[in-house]
């Protein structure tokens, strides 16, 4: 889709893939989507066909029609694109190539100088919007109420594919290889030690950096952390399991019946899908809002009891507006394919921090522990799968406990 623009260069979105003549060099880049991309969505939705729906289905089969018809109009009438594309565009925003994909990034330097440089990776159906909430303690926490001492240098990348780290240069962008690129990233950048934190992949591709480059990275913190146990590790571990831990060995099944839904789809057909969602606002909107309901914490009856409605429709946009429906779920393809992805890893053995959501959270720390070494547990009570987005203040605080225990 042609609605990416750059600022002030006035390039076009085909030129955001134009190479430099150095591919180390970093450009400068500013969110500008056309005002004609703007209206063309607001007309899509405003041209929706809803499908008929059975009566008192509610999410059992998927997105309810009458919600979501009720949030495309928000969507289409009351939500203010301009302003959050302002918002985003108050931090500094980079693209850079790596091994010939361009990479978006944010990289927010504190006012702290000797801040601990630090890497968040988000994760699907996410983007680096997810960071918004936590950006600002992070990077400057004496403006937050908090220790000048537990400051970062932030540096968000878009995971090529998502965003603005499009298109896709070419096939076999796995987790192995974004995780390359990003340790690449951090050194282009001057970053000789560094933290690195992420959720849902962001959870995969951290401790794949801690394998990567050990050498330079101080620790890892992860939440949404997913570790997928063989069938004899499920045989034994029932034997010695705690009542907590076959809790989460039951929500495990339930997370892996879901993951045969969407999951199916992205892995085995993600350019199929791709031309529905990239036409279809309405149906982008299903797809993404519908995970957001099913991984917030239960006790939220809407997503948007969990995550404020117009921080679920900035992401969405972001999905919409760069056209990334089909690129994002490659990565789901990729992985399904990739014979190391199979294979036992080595293990991480970067200082490794998992927080747990006790109300979505599917991974027991003896298999985790099998391939990272981790050094602290936390388990949140409240909050689900986006920690970054429902509870930023708890997520905040273990990552800066956690990088003060290793420091």
């Not at 603005?164 to 974004?178: A, D, E, K």
């Amino acid at each position: 889709m042609s609605n990416v623009a750059l600022k002030p260069a006035a390039r076009t979105a085909s030129q955001l893939t134009d190479h430099a003549p150095n591919e180390d060099a970093i450009r400068r880049f500013e969110i500008h989507i056309p005002q004609a991309a703007v209206e063309d969505l607001k007309q899509r939705l405003g041209n929706t066909r809803w499908p008929d729906e059975l009566p008192a289905e509610g999410w059992s089969r998927g997105a309810p029609g009458d919600y979501l018809k009720e949030l495309a109009t928000y969507w289409q009438t009351e939500y203010d694109w301009r302003d959050h594309e302002a918002k985003l565009n108050e931090y500094p925003q980079f693209t850079t190539t790596i091994d010939g994909q361009t990479v978006h990034f944010l990289h927010v330097r504190s006012p702290e100088t000797d801040a601990t440089p630090l890497m968040l990776i988000h994760g699907w159906p996410g983007s680096f919007v997810e960071f918004m909430d936590v950006v600002g303690p992070l990077s400057d926490p004496r403006a937050h109420g908090g220790d000048p001492a537990d400051a970062f240098h932030l540096v968000i990348p878009s995971i090529p594919g998502h965003g603005f780290s499009r298109p896709l240069s070419n096939m076999g962008w796995t987790t192995h290889r974004i995780a390359k690129a990003f340790t690449k990233l951090m050194s282009r950048l001057g970053y000789g030690r560094y933290g690195v934190q992420g959720g849902d992949w962001g959870a995969f591709i951290a401790p794949e950096m801690g394998r990567i480059d050990p050498a330079h990275i101080v620790g890892i913190h992860v939440n949404s952390l997913v570790q997928i146990p063989t069938m004899p590790q499920i045989m034994v571990g029932l034997a010695i399991m705690s009542k907590a831990e076959r809790v989460r060995l039951a929500r495990f099944k339930h997370f892996n019946d879901d993951m045969r839904g969407y999951d199916f789809i992205q892995a085995t057909r993600p350019k199929t899908l791709a031309y529905g969602l990239t036409d279809s606002p309405a149906g982008q909107l299903a797809w993404i809002v519908e995970k957001f309901k099913e991984w917030v914490d239960p006790a939220a009856k809407l997503p948007e009891d969990a995550i404020s409605r117009d921080r679920i429709l900035t992401n969405v946009s972001v999905y919409w507006f760069t056209g990334t429906a089909g690129s994002s779920a490659n990565l789901y393809y990729e992985t399904l394919h990739d014979p190391k992805a199979k294979q036992r890893k080595p293990r991480n053995m970067a200082p490794t921090g998992v927080a747990v959501s006790l109300t979505q959270d599917v991974t027991i720390r003896r298999w985790a522990e099998r391939e990272n070494n981790i050094v602290r547990w936390t388990e949140f009570a409240h909050g689900g799968h986006f920690a970054a987005l429902e509870v930023p203040e708890q997520l905040v605080g273990d990552m800066r406990e956690f990088f003060r225990e290793i420091r």
